[in-house]
Nanobody, 123 residues
Framework: QVQLVESGGGLVQSGGSLRLSCAASGRTFSRYHMAWSRQAPGKEREFVAAITSSGSSTYYADSVKGRFTISRDNAKNTVYLQMNSLKPEDTAVYTC????????????????WGQGTQVTVSS
């Protein structure tokens, strides 16, 4: 049982940076694996990045590898997504996800989801 609230979205120019945050409720945040997904208009939701409960391992979609970094601060019950060198194709609603047992690149594996935050990258 965990509630997720994303923040940090906005409008940026191509090549710019943005840092998203996902705040989680509860005292068991450190037991959850966390992930970020995104969905652009007219497209299916896709996996972006994931991090294990301890933060020991991270996973990235090929499209964002080398540009995005996922991290977490269990003391603050927060997971972050640092996005650099943003491109117009990164424009989407970014959603935080969590699961007690699953860690992987399939968005269908995560049980808990936030409402999402809009990221728009202009040309």
């Amino acid at each position: 049982q965990v509630q997720l609230v994303e923040s940090g979205g906005g409008l940026v120019q191509s090549g710019g940076s943005l840092r998203l945050s996902c705040a989680a409720s509860g005292r068991t945040f450190s037991r959850y694996h966390m992930a970020w997904s995104r969905q652009a208009p007219g497209k299916e939701r896709e996996f972006v990045a994931a991090i294990t409960s301890s933060g020991s391992s991270t996973y990235y979609a090929d499209s964002v590898k080398g540009r995005f970094t996922i991290s977490r601060d269990n003391a603050k019950n927060t997971v972050y997504l640092q996005m650099n060198s943003l491109k117009p194709e990164d424009t989407a609603v970014y959603t935080c996800a969590a699961d007690r047992n699953y860690i992987g690149t399939s968005i269908r594996g995560y049980d808990y989801w936030g409402q999402g935050t809009q990221v728009t990258v202009s040309s």
